[in-house]
């Protein structure tokens, strides 16, 4: 923490958590997909589900998903912009379980080209947020540091395959966890690291023969 | 990994082993920190000071909140002091916490209305600090390097805060929110008038001493009742502590210790009082006939 945690955000009113949180939401679910999507289903658990419309949340998620930073003076005008730029989207209360934090999120996001992706995430107060799955496996993600999603084979290896290319490019790993639905089925890696991942490194790992995908997703400021 | 708990006290102490006045120290310590230099820090503290102007001007103007529940007390105050008070009495409050309250229900209308404004320490307490610190440079000729500086000031008591209790209202109800902006507040005055380090901790101590127990209970969850009435009596709060602890009076508990008398009293508060809508006066008869036309008009 440091001082402009306490003086700042700058933010569009009114709430850190419903506002400011649901906007980084949206700027890090969109990162995932990798492009602005063309279509949005989102599903709104607990206190998000009861107060998203009065709160400004919808349509702070969706400024988050046209790619705007939780300051743009856009952003109560969001629902009629995207609807002007042809984004497809509707909000569904939803039960994301009982586990899930009361300001939960889930995104369900295609991309022009039908490229998809399906996001969970919380907003967890003071505008800091957690996104805790992506494509079903648990993830977990704060967007303060870009991050590299690699879905793979679980096999003896691959994890130090990932680890030399970035070493290589001299990319260094804040921190990684690794995840598998079993033993030799599909398992995944998050990996924060400190410096932004270019796109022919992103491309590097796609080329590795157990690597299923690779996200790349920048930081949310 | 957890961080260590800061402790004003040290903090202090360290300014002084390094015969460093307070806010060199301050300034030293949060540019390692970011790694940048002193002047990027003071320039971006500007930057946040512009936007507290910006969203002063906006809430003057008299906005409205999407929800209709609040708005233009700003302007009506103003309205009212001009037109009536300064012809036949004296204001109540004197001209700086006068200035301080108007100024301080205008950004929190901007808030409330969805305009852009600076958390400070959060968004539902962030008209405390811009009332303050707008209200010391009309009437008591601060220059804006001194406003800048104190935001340093008020930006690392808050760190402090933040370490050894919670600025935030889920968790620490009201006090930890309006509370902490005050305090934070105060000692940025404290500093602005050439107090000292320890007259700093006494005035974040002494607003504690006032807001403690405070609860958060918002009419249907929305960030407007009694946020926005709060965010105007808060910087009462910091004023009357400022002023306590520039005239030598002190405080009795230093500040750490009434930080962490703040943690304790907001872990000990009901969930139903800590932002959740399900106590105080966000279940009074008025607020739940409001809130269940409200939810109905909203969800169609």
């Avoid at chain 1, 506002?19 to 999507?37: V, W």
């Avoid at chain 1, 690699?150 to 995840?179: C, W, Y």
């Avoid at chain 2, 600090?129 to 804006?144: D, F, K, Q, T, Y």
């Avoid at chain 2, 935001?151 to 370490?163: D, R, T």
Wanted: with cysteine.
């Amino acid at each position: 923490m440091n001082i402009f945690d306490i003086i700042g955000p700058v933010m569009i009113g009114p709430s850190s958590s419903h506002t400011a949180g649901a906007c980084r939401l949206g700027l890090l679910a969109a990162g995932i997909l990798g492009e602005r999507p063309r279509k949005a289903e989102i599903v709104l658990h607990g206190s998000f589900a009861r107060t998203y419309k009065g709160h400004g949340t919808d349509r702070a998620l969706i400024a988050g998903l046209m790619g705007w930073q939780p300051d743009d003076t856009r952003i109560p005008d969001a629902l009629l912009l995207a609807d002007e730029a042809g984004m497809e989207f509707s909000f569904i209360p939803g039960d994301l379980g009982s586990k899930a934090h009361p300001n939960s999120v889930l995104f369900r996001l295609t991309g022009e080209n039908g490229n998809t992706c399906e996001v969970t995430g919380a907003s967890v107060g003071g505008g800091q947020i957690m996104v805790t799955g992506v494509d079903g496996f648990p993830v977990e993600l704060t967007g303060m540091l870009p991050a590299l999603f690699v879905p793979h084979r679980d096999e003896p290896g691959v994890i130090a395959l990932v680890s030399t290319i970035l070493a290589q490019k001299q990319i260094n790993i804040a921190s990684m966890r690794v995840f598998r639905e079993g033993k030799g089925e599909t398992a995944s890696m998050v990996i924060e690291c400190d410096q932004p991942v270019p796109p022919e490194v992103v491309h590097s790992l796609e080329e590795l023969g157990p690597v299923r995908l690779v996200r790349f997703v920048d930081r949310v400021s | 990994m957890k961080q260590d708990k800061l402790a004003w006290a040290k903090l202090a102490g360290e300014a002084e082993e390094k015969n460093l006045p307070l806010i060199e120290y301050l300034l030293e310590r949060s540019a390692a920190q970011l790694e940048t230099d002193k002047a990027s820090i003071l320039a971006r503290m500007d930057d946040a000071l512009q936007v507290m102007e910006e969203a002063v001007t906006f809430g003057m103007t008299g906005v409205k909140s999407n929800s209709g529940l609040t708005g233009g007390s700003a302007k009506a105050l103003n309205e009212y002091i001009k037109a009536t008070v300064n012809k036949e009495r004296q204001d109540l409050l004197g001209p700086v916490a006068g200035s301080a309250v108007m100024y301080a229900l205008a950004a929190a209308e901007a808030n409330a209305a969805m305009g852009r404004i600076v958390a400070a320490p959060t968004a539902g307490a962030s008209g405390i600090l811009p009332g303050v610190l707008l209200s010391m440079r009309e009437h008591c000729n601060i220059p804006r390097e001194k406003l800048t500086e104190s935001l340093v000031v008020a930006g690392v008591i808050g760190e402090v805060i933040a370490s050894r209790a919670s600025i935030a209202g889920a968790t620490g109800g009201c006090q930890a929110e309006c509370g902490s902006a005050a305090a934070m507040a105060a000692g940025a005055v404290v500093y602005m008038l050439g107090g000292s380090s320890k007259q700093i901790g006494d005035a974040v101590s002494i607003v504690f001493k006032n807001m403690l127990g405070l609860v958060c209970d918002p009419v249907a969850g929305l960030v407007e009742v009694p946020c926005i009435k709060r965010n105007a009596g808060s910087v009462v709060q910091c004023l009357l502590a400022a002023e306590l602890s520039l005239a030598g009076v002190g405080s009795f508990i230093p500040a750490d210790e009434a930080i962490d008398a703040m943690d304790k009293v907001g872990r000990s508060l009901p969930q139903g009082l800590r932002e959740t809508a399900e106590g105080g006066l966000a279940v009074t008869p008025t607020a739940r006939a409001w809130a269940e036309k409200y939810f109905k008009r909203i969800h169609g």
